[in-house]
T-cell receptor, first 115, second 109 residues
Framework: EAEVAQSPRYKITEKSQAVAFWCDPISGHATLYWYRQILGQGPELLVQFQDESVVDDSQLPKDRFSAERLKGVDSTLKIQPAELGDSAMYLC?????????????FGPGTRLLVL | GQQLNQSPQSMFIQEGEDVSMNCTSSSIFNTWLWYKQDPGEGPVLLIALYKAGELTSNGRLTAQFGITRKDSFLNISASIPSDVGIYFCAVNRDDKIIFGKGTRLHILP
């Protein structure tokens, strides 16, 4: 069964350092999402891509966060510089059709700890 | 911010018991979703509801889309240890998923 792949699974960094997360969506899925999930909360959308284009990045803190999907396949989310409050799970999802409806499928996430 | 009110926040039950959790919103939505998240993993879709009043089952799970389109509930019958995890209600708005804060299910031996 096809899955969304993410790496690394865990990342520990010091504040002010740069970190990057990678996501490979399910093959053929044109829409890709990055979510942030703070402990004890539900995931919240950071950015949405349609192919290589950003559809919605209104919730992305653009002073330190950037996301790209240059070839419309895999995607990278970067934080520079990382702050203590960035500690969270970063989830990637891609959207595809299951039956007659479209569904978002989530990857396993990257758990970030900023010290 | 979050627009969904999910309750209870956590539940402690005995194995074999039935479970019920619900989600409400002040806004109308046309799609209600229920996800489960295991520790260290991403959410997995359990049930999707697309029509007001719809009652859908997936094994021991049953979910309903409220008639007002402002609420949904999820029931789990005859709970087993692997049901442990966090259950999220969610809605689809403008091709984006909005999640509730989750219900953490604990099963006592």
């Amino acid at each position: 069964e096809a899955e969304v792949a993410q790496s690394p699974r865990y990342k520990i960094t010091e504040k002010s350092q740069a970190v990057a997360f990678w996501c490979d969506p399910i093959s053929g899925h044109a829409t890709l999402y990055w979510y942030r999930q703070i402990l004890g909360q539900g995931p919240e959308l950071l950015v949405q891509f349609q192919d290589e284009s950003v559809v919605d990045d209104s919730q992305l803190p653009k002073d330190r966060f950037s996301a790209e999907r240059l070839k419309g396949v895999d995607s990278t989310l970067k934080i520079q510089p990382a702050e203590l409050g960035d500690s969270a799970m970063y989830l990637c999802a891609s959207k595809g059709r299951e039956g007659i409806q479209e569904t978002q499928y989530f990857g396993p996430g990257t758990r970030l700890l900023v010290l | 911010g979050q627009q969904l009110n999910q309750s209870p926040q956590s539940m402690f039950i005995q194995e074999g018991e039935d479970v019920s959790m619900n989600c409400t919103s002040s806004s109308i939505f046309n799609t209600w979703l229920w996800y489960k998240q295991d520790p260290g993993e991403g959410p997995v879709l359990l049930i999707a509801l697309y029509k007001a009043g719809e009652l859908t089952s997936n094994g021991r799970l049953t979910a309903q889309f409220g008639i007002t389109r402002k609420d949904s509930f999820l029931n789990i019958s005859a709970s087993i240890p692997s049901d442990v995890g966090i259950y999220f209600c969610a809605v689809n708005r403008d091709d984006k998923i909005i999640f509730g804060k989750g219900t953490r299910l604990h099963i006592l031996p």
